[in-house]
């Protein structure tokens, strides 16, 4: 799903810090380039057909072209984004190291583990840019540096392991994304080309996330999009719609993933 940032006009991009919240997410792509500096807990990310384990230190850097998804967090799962417009990276990114950052799609592995010094360094440098979002061109300025100072250091670091997921699974979680709730487990295992008890074990032992889990996620958040901002669904029109069978049902994952009753819930204004 190709998705579009509401990002300042006067701004050349975004950075922000994020925690973990309960919310799922859905795969995704956008036009701008991606940075993400793990800085507390551990997560899974799936970029195409290869998983990365990623934990405090990691330094991940997703292309306009890579659809992307993090599917599982732990409790303390905290990490600083960062987005940079195109317009931006033509403009900053011009020496000849640093030319690959212009590629929607670029072949290669670009996740690696920085040094305890150089992870600190970035996440103090995040942190005074993060500050002067009211003063467009420090900002922009800074937000470059920023560009340039996180690729140096991940050139100078090594690779996180990456592991290849079984064309079932990934095919499994495309299904799920695209045809969130209209397939049964056996259908979602005969277009996979396993059998059910098979692809529900691997999915789990290459994902680290239950099949049905994930799918009960991706229901999660499509009743979000459904019943969100802006949204004039009822509760149970959009969790049935979502793909949820009863009340009960969509009441027993709600809770479990969000940590809070649907009727705790506050719509966002």
């Known amino acids: 799903m190709r998705q579009k940032l509401d990002l300042p006009s006067a701004l050349d991009g975004q950075l922000w810090y994020y925690r973990n919240q309960g919310r799922t997410h859905a795969r995704h792509h956008h036009s701008e380039l991606e940075l993400n500096l793990i800085a507390r807990g551990t997560g899974v990310y799936l970029l195409g057909k290869r998983k990365f384990e990623i934990r405090r230190g990691d330094l991940l850097w997703l292309f306009p072209a890579q659809e992307h998804v993090l599917i599982e967090e732990s409790p303390d799962f905290e990490m600083w984004i960062a987005v940079f417009k195109p317009r931006a990276v033509r403009?900053?990114?011009?020496?000849?190291?640093?030319?690959?950052?212009?590629?929607?799609?670029?072949?290669?592995?670009?996740?690696?583990?920085?040094?305890?010094?150089s992870h600190a360094r970035l996440e103090?440098?995040?942190?005074?840019?993060?500050?002067?979002?009211?003063?467009p061109g420090f900002f922009n300025a800074g937000l470059a540096y920023a560009l340039l100072c996180s690729w140096h250091n991940f050139q100078q670091?090594?690779?996180?392991?990456?592991?290849?997921?079984?064309?079932?699974?990934?095919?499994a979680a495309r299904l799920i994304r695209d045809n969130t709730n209209r397939l049964t487990l056996s259908e979602l295992a005969r277009q996979a080309g396993l059998s059910p008890s098979r692809l529900s074990r691997l999915f789990k032992q290459q994902t680290g996330v239950a099949l049905v889990d994930f799918r009960n996620r991706q229901r999660i958040?499509?009743?979000?999009?459904?019943y969100g901002a802006g949204q004039r669904m009822k509760l149970m029109d959009a969790a049935l719609e979502a793909g949820f069978g009863s009340y009960p049902q969509f009441h027993r994952v709600f809770k479990r993933v969000m940590g809070c009753s649907p009727g705790q819930y506050r719509r966002p204004a």
């Not at 020496?95 to 305890?116: F, I, K, Q, S, W």
């Not at 103090?124 to 003063?135: M, N």
């Not at 958040?221 to 459904?226: Q, V």
């Open 157 to 171: 670091s090594h690779d996180v392991p990456v592991h290849d997921v079984h064309p079932a699974v990934e095919k």
């Open 221 to 226: 958040e499509t009743f979000l999009e459904l």
């Open 91 to 117: 403009r900053v990114a011009v020496d000849a190291d640093a030319r690959v950052l212009r590629r929607a799609n670029p072949p290669g592995e670009y996740c690696r583990r920085l040094p305890r010094q």
């Open 124 to 135: 103090s440098l995040f942190a005074e840019i993060v500050g002067a979002q009211d003063r």
